[in-house]
Nanobody, 124 residues
Framework: QVQLVESGGGLVQAGGSLRLSCAAS????????MGWFRQATGKEREFVAA????????FYADSVKGRFTISRDNAKNTVYLQMNSLKPEDTAVYYC?????????????????WGKGTLVTVSS
């Protein structure tokens, strides 16, 4: 059974940095798409970043380009989201998700498995 466990959320001041981790287990992810999404209070869930595990091709939402970086560690089966220059509008619950194959979640493609999320709060 696929499991995704996020960690690394917390409270940070505007301009600060956080690194989120997503530990994946339950199958081989070498041909998967891994993604990060977020949902702020009262808003719909939105795409943040994604990565094709096999080739490290990455995709980003315009709102985070240049500030966030998605990456992976094959040995640890873990995906990271490095978040720099954080803004109050980045405050949300951040979710890790995965889907088999090379998908484009930035274009609205749905993901198959989701973690429970980790809260990021950016104070002004």
């Amino acid at each position: 059974q696929v499991q995704l466990v996020e960690s690394g959320g917390g409270l940070v001041q505007a301009g600060g940095s956080l690194r989120l981790s997503c530990a994946a287990s339950g199958r081989t992810f070498s041909s998967d798409t891994m993604g990060w999404f977020r949902q702020a209070t009262g808003k719909e869930r939105e795409f943040v970043a994604a990565l094709w595990w096999s080739g490290s091709i990455t995709f980003y939402a315009d709102s985070v380009k240049g500030r966030f970086t998605i990456s992976r560690d094959n040995a640890k089966n873990t995906v990271y989201l490095q978040m720099n220059s954080l803004k109050p509008e980045d405050t949300a619950v951040y979710y890790c998700a995965t889907s088999k194959g090379l998908k484009r979640p930035d274009l609205g493609y749905g993901m198959d498995y989701w973690g429970k999320g980790t809260l990021v709060t950016v104070s002004s």
